[in-house]
């Protein structure tokens, strides 16, 4: 992930990665196990009563019942498997990237990253590779290392974050929680994207000078009081020495 161009200078950069794409399952939650709540002596203390629930989809119902009209969005579970993995990078993924891909811009690698789970296509998989022949794109599975989620901006920073937004919704069944996360997608500032991925760079910086290890405390940049004072993080830079490092261990291994 770092820009070859820089390498050899004193203070390496990494590369913007407008190319990468994660992606990542989700498990959104109800309700928290804890949560902390600010109340006045005469206020009620807030009731807890939903549960955790599990993952979730939705299929429409195909018969009329008692308690529904035909075509109502009926909520039921789906199993994550290889094929409705394959089916949304094909019906959801690929749509997308060909919908907001600059077109000035079409000669360029994309890479798909995400994790290692057993129900992820492989980057072979030939039913990917023939969608994305059918484009005029670049497309490319991309693995990222094991045991390291905090490599994938889903699992640093995203998904908490919207977790924390839908909680704030206070959603009481199941539909209001789908709502409430697709809302909260959709309104998502762009720009707290963007800072994610500094943090990600950040996060490669620590990794290296743990030997490629996880044994590293998060790093906190400040980003916003940055941004408050007028200033910017743009771009994570490192010390050539700590690249030079790292590439020999790498060579060691």
């Not at 009329?64 to 993924?93: A, F, M, W």
């Not at 994790?115 to 599975?141: C, M, S, W």
């Not at 994207?193 to 490629?212: C, H, N, W, Y």
């Amino acid at each position: 992930m770092m820009d070859e161009h820089s390498i050899s200078t004193p203070y390496p950069r990494f590369k913007s990665m407008n190319n990468m794409v994660h992606i990542d399952e989700k498990w959104y939650d109800m309700t928290r196990v804890k949560n902390t709540y600010y109340v006045l002596p005469e206020e009620p203390e807030p009731e807890h009563t939903v549960s955790n629930t599990n993952s979730i989809g939705k299929t429409k119902a195909q018969w009329k019942s008692q308690n529904r009209d035909r075509g109502t969005i009926e909520v039921k579970p789906v199993k994550v498997t290889s094929h409705v993995c394959r089916e949304y990078l094909i019906n959801k993924v690929i749509p997308a990237i060909q919908d907001k891909w600059p077109n000035d811009d079409e000669g360029t690698t994309i890479f798909i990253q995400r994790d290692n789970a057993k129900p992820h296509v492989l980057p072979n998989d030939e039913g990917f590779r023939e969608v994305v022949e059918q484009t005029d794109l670049d497309i490319r599975l991309l693995q990222q290392p094991p045991n390291s989620p905090e490599f994938n901006v889903l699992d640093l920073c995203f998904h908490r974050s919207l977790q924390s937004l839908t909680d704030c919704r206070a959603p009481m069944n199941i539909r209001e929680l789908i709502q409430g996360v697709e809302e909260e997608f959709e309104n998502y500032d762009a720009h707290k994207l963007f800072k994610s991925f500094i943090t990600l760079q950040a996060v490669m910086v620590r990794v290296m000078e743990d030997q490629g290890g996880n044994s590293y405390k998060m790093p906190h940049l400040h980003k916003d009081r940055l941004q408050n004072a007028g200033e910017e993080i743009i771009g994570v830079y490192c010390s050539a020495e700590l690249i030079t490092d790292t590439v020999a261990i790498l060579e060691q291994g």
